[in-house]
């Protein structure tokens, strides 16, 4: 089962018309006729948990606009929306047990984000899935949460180019779809200065980190990763199968890393459409 498809049954039903990600630099999106990017005018979007992301809603619309085309008179269209990381908040959550009632668990995941998260957490959009952790009884829960306003003003020029906008998630989520679902494997994800990194095991998200770098050097990247992987080895014995670069040059890493960039069944993962073709890979429609 893909990351995706853990969140809302999405792939139940049919696939969206059209899918976007957003990013600083623009929209990556796939549509019936096919895929492409559309740049935004500079300034248009500048990515934040807490603060206004969208500085020109125009700009964003006048982008969406141009991939969908005039709405007047249409039927109502669906749309997958990627959004950056950086925008919201997801983490891996560990439990000694979790409750069976839907209740339960959304108090208990709330508490958990109440004070790692920068923003009110009674105002925001909180989705969650368990995972029972092979070999133990521990439960690690995926929580992703970010500001009601904010996700309303990413959703709002889509729903004015007549989209409806069945299915919100953040990139690295969306990117997890294209890695194999065996052994131990590494994605670090870099899109302008926000690093991604994320630890599957066996299909299992097992780690997650959103970090803001002070530079998008290899330097910077080393810094939290490296820490990552003795991690890994000194705590859970093992080694990644791969180690995916997205967004930056695989060579930027340790030769002994033998990294390589994150090539799925839709092309090679970039730092504007990783999300996207994630997307795609679990089941979206080119």
């Not at 059209?18 to 990515?47: D, I, Q």
């Not at 910077?220 to 990763?225: G, M, R, S, T, V």
């Not at 839709?266 to 073709?277: E, R, T």
């Amino acid at each position: 089962m893909s990351f995706i498809d853990k969140f809302n049954g999405l792939l139940a039903d049919p696939p969206p018309e059209f899918g976007f990600e957003v990013t600083e630099a623009g929209l990556a999106w796939s549509s019936p006729k096919g895929k492409g990017f559309t740049a935004f005018e500079p300034g248009t979007l500048r990515v934040s948990p807490s603060e206004e992301n969208i500085l020109r809603a125009e700009s964003m619309a006048r982008a969406v606009r141009e991939v969908t085309g005039d709405a007047a008179g249409r039927k109502r269209r669906t749309a997958a929306v990627i959004l950056p990381d950086y925008a919201g908040r997801t983490t891996v959550l560990d439990f000694d047990s979790f409750p069976a009632k839907t209740e339960e668990q959304e108090t208990l995941v709330k508490f958990r984000l109440r004070k790692a998260v920068p923003f009110d957490i009674d105002s925001a959009s909180v989705s969650y899935f368990a995972q029972p952790r092979h070999g133990s009884k521990k439960v690690d829960v995926i929580a992703s949460s970010m500001s009601l306003e904010t996700l309303a003003r990413y959703e709002a020029p889509f729903r004015a180019a007549g989209l409806h906008v069945g299915f919100v998630t953040g990139s690295i989520l969306a990117a997890l779809n294209a890695v194999p679902n065996t052994g131990c494997r590494v994605v670090v994800k870099l899109n302008g200065l926000v690093l991604a990194l994320a630890v599957t095991d066996n299909g299992a998200l097992r780690l997650l980190r959103t970090i803001e770098l002070p530079e998008a050097t290899p330097d910077a990247i080393a810094e939290h990763l490296m820490p990552t992987l003795t991690y890994l080895e000194d705590e859970w014995g093992k080694k990644p199968e791969s180690v995916y670069a997205v967004g930056f040059d695989p060579q930027w890493l340790e030769p002994e890393l033998g990294a390589e960039a994150l090539n799925g069944p839709f092309g090679v993962a970039q730092a504007h459409n990783a999300g996207l073709l994630g997307w795609l890979a679990a089941g979206g429609r080119l």
